[in-house]
């Protein structure tokens, strides 16, 4: 069973990156929004997750409606008892560990980007 921990508890550890402010630290949320580094952030982060997820729900519908239109098409053995239906379908699991992979690389640089939008708010540059 989980505890219950009342946000009063200071026994336990705070990571100051991700903790809020306290109150005599206001962050000016437009002056970030409107910042040149985060729009470019933001930018990039769609320029990647848009088309990535547009190509896997393609795939994946592609799939489906392959199956249901096309089904002796689909039934076409190819390799022993194993036919095109079964390979596109594993090739999916495929499609989605590469759209991970290349989402871990990008995040690398959405990471960087994040940390010096950080450092500026922190340094008071913003």
């Known amino acids: 069973m989980s505890e219950i921990v009342s946000p009063e508890d200071s026994s336990l550890p705070v990571d100051s990156a991700t903790s809020a402010p306290s109150g005599s630290e206001a ?3 437009t002056a970030i929004e409107n910042d040149a580094s985060f729009q470019e952030l933001v930018a990039k982060k ?12 393609v795939y994946y519908f592609g799939f489906l409606i392959f199956v249901g239109y096309f089904p002796e098409a689909a ?3 190819v ?3 194993i036919n095109l239906a ?3 379908a594993i090739s999916e699991f495929v499609m989605a560990w ?3 992979y290349l ?10 980007m994040t ?3 950080l450092s500026r708010i922190k340094g008071g540059k913003l």
């Not at 769609?46 to 729900?57: D, E, G, S, Y």
């Not at 989402?103 to 960087?112: P, T």
């Open 27 to 29: 962050i000016d949320w």
């Open 79 to 81: 390799i022993g008892q």
């Open 75 to 77: 039934e076409v053995n």
């Open 115 to 117: 940390a010096s939008i």
């Open 86 to 88: 079964y390979l596109i």
């Open 98 to 100: 590469i759209i991970v």
């Open 46 to 57: 769609r320029n990647f997750i848009v088309p990535a997820t547009i190509v896997f729900l």
């Open 103 to 112: 989402y871990a690389r990008q995040a690398g640089l959405f990471d960087k």
